[in-house]
Nanobody, 122 residues
């Protein structure tokens, strides 16, 4: 019904930059809050950054000043610009979105993408 697809992950050297994207498609009426989560091997999933429909943002302390979350409501896309990457940033990054679907009944659902691997290593 609704699909979130992440892209842009890859291997980056420490100090490098990477921009990952999340594209939402399907019976979308509107998208409320969106966020980027990440999960490293052996660790719990954590919120990296989130952004409201109006553009208000929040970041976890470990990425503050290095990462920038943004969204394009017209294209139902979200981005995460990652600068000054550290090995500790290595994880699978997941897109999350609170989406109101179109149909006879309008209802909000929480959707997740499949994730994109970001590896920071020399």
């Amino acid at each position: 019904q609704v699909q979130l697809v992440e892209s842009g992950g890859g291997l980056v050297q420490p100090g490098g930059s990477l921009r990952i994207s999340c594209a939402a498609s399907g019976r979308i009426f509107s998208i409320n809050d969106m966020g980027w989560y990440r999960q490293a091997p052996g660790k719990q999933r954590e919120l990296v950054a989130d952004i409201t429909r109006g553009g208000s943002t929040k970041y976890t302390d470990s990425v503050k000043g290095r990462f920038t979350i943004s969204r394009d409501n017209a294209k139902n896309t979200m981005f995460l610009q990652m600068n000054s990457l550290k090995p500790e940033d290595t994880a699978v990054y997941y897109c999350n979105a609170d989406i109101i679907i179109s149909g006879p009944v309008y209802k909000s659902y929480d959707y997740w993408g499949q994730g994109t691997q970001v590896t920071v290593s020399s």
